[in-house]
């Protein structure tokens, strides 16, 4: 009945049902994947809390910093945590994550993109960002197999940062 309610909800407001997975998806990653200091278990419990479980998107995340990875990494990352869900939504992931990138704390300021990343078929978004005591991140939006993806990985120790000239 519940369902049901919701669906009718849905397409009086004119808003499709199918919504509910790219907000869902949007707020998990804005919630969570911004905090350090989180296990693959910790980040999946935290967002199946909100979003519910079975997660309506995938989900990547590791951080070797605090638990062991038994997969090949890419060069120079340290922690990743991604979200994809079903459709083209990259407006409503970039709108989402530059609001959450903007409030405090603010999530570092743009640099030029680290030699570790760079932009593949279908990224409509991929910056690299200062972030405190020298730490470097880079945010990445596009699609890839009919799916949007949003994701931030967060370099090893002094990988990437801004070269000093002076």
């Known amino acids: 009945m519940r369902l049901t309610a919701f669906i009718l909800a849905s397409l009086t407001l004119g808003t499709p049902a199918l919504a509910l997975g790219q907000d869902a998806a949007i707020a998990a990653f804005n919630a969570w994947c911004f905090k350090a200091g989180q296990t693959e278990s910790s980040i999946r419990a935290n967002m199946a809390r909100s979003a519910g479980s079975p997660l309506p998107f995938d989900l990547v995340f590791w951080d ?26 990259t407006d409503g992931a970039i709108a989402g994550l530059r609001k959450q990138m903007a409030t405090p704390p603010v999530f570092g300021t743009v640099i030029p993109l680290p030699d570790t990343h760079q932009s593949l078929a279908g990224t409509v978004l991929i910056e690299g960002r200062e972030l405190l005591a020298g730490r470097v991140a880079v945010v990445h939006v596009g699609t890839r197999d009919g799916k949007t993806f949003i994701a931030v990985d967060r370099l090893f120790d002094g990988l990437g940062a801004p070269k000093n000239d002076g």
């Open 64 to 89: 070797v910093s605090i638990e062991p990875v038994s997969q090949d990494l890419p060069k120079g990352v340290e922690r990743r945590c991604e979200v994809s869900f079903e459709g083209d939504h």
